[in-house]
T-cell receptor, first 112, second 116 residues
Framework: LAKTTQPISMDSYEGQEVNITCSHN???????ITWYQQFPSQGPRFIIQ???TKVTNEVASLFIPADRKSSTLSLPRVSLSDTAVYYC?????????????FGKGTKLSVKP | DTGVSQDPRHKITKRGQNVTFRCDPI?????LYWYRQTLGQGPEFLTY????????KSRLLSDRFSAERPKGSFSTLEIQRTEQGDSAMYLC??????????????FGSGTRLTVV
């Protein structure tokens, strides 16, 4: 069961790059790292997923060091609409779903 | 496909009443999940189905909660004899379990339950 630790909150300004780090010291071999974004009164939205090294898509990058004990979600040039809670989810989607624990997430506040 | 749909969006009920929520997943997804989320917390896993089979239930899921997915398409979550502690957002998600690597969930917008 990979327990994750994220900062409770972060502040940023429009146009800045934001990096949110998640610690997962007991990550297992079959575990993937997935990040979700959630706005108030909506369900979480998938952002990015990775296993090792770096993954990039149109909205974010995910950096995973060789030991995989942490990961960093990078949001380039944030805007006010990026204000949300971000969750790091670590686990094997092919295994027990109850072992995929969302935690409390990181509340990102983007200011003008 | 418009994504995962949940109905109703909001439900207010009196303590002791039964409530039922519906989830329509993305049509090609074979897995369907139910989560519960309270204010300030992340979603908590309740149960999931692969096709029509309920494969896993959380210890959080008391015997007052029951979920079905009769034809492997939509699902219902029923809460009997509601309690104030059941007040939460109930989220449904779906995914495609292909057996080839990992995959993420697509969540619906949730049903907000308030028990008064």
């Amino acid at each position: 069961l990979a327990k994750t630790t994220q900062p409770i909150s972060m502040d940023s300004y429009e146009g800045q790059e934001v990096n949110i780090t998640c610690s997962h010291n007991n990550i297992a071999t079959n575990d993937y790292i997935t990040w979700y974004q959630q706005f108030p009164s909506q369900g979480p939205r998938f952002i990015i997923q990775g296993y090792k090294t770096k993954v990039t898509n149109e909205v974010a990058s995910l950096f995973i060091p060789a030991d995989r004990k942490s990961s960093t979600l990078s949001l380039p040039r944030v805007s006010l609409s990026d204000t949300a809670v971000y969750y790091c989810l670590v686990g094997d989607f092919g295994g027990s779903q109850g072992n995929l624990i969302f935690g409390k997430g990181t509340k990102l506040s983007v200011k003008p | 496909d418009t994504g995962v749909s949940q109905d109703p969006r909001h439900k207010i009920t009196k303590r002791g009443q039964n409530v039922t929520f519906r989830c329509d997943p993305i049509s090609e997804h074979n897995r369907l999940y139910w989560y519960r989320q309270t204010l300030g917390q992340g979603p908590e896993f309740l149960t999931y189905f692969q096709n029509e089979a309920q494969l896993e239930k959380s210890r959080l899921l008391s015997d007052r909660f029951s979920a079905e997915r009769p034809k492997g398409s939509f699902s219902t979550l029923e809460i009997q004899r509601t309690e104030q502690g059941d007040s939460a957002m109930y989220l449904c998600a779906s995914s495609l379990a292909s057996g080839a690597g990992n995959y993420g969930y697509t969540f619906g917008s949730g049903t907000r339950l308030t028990v008064v």
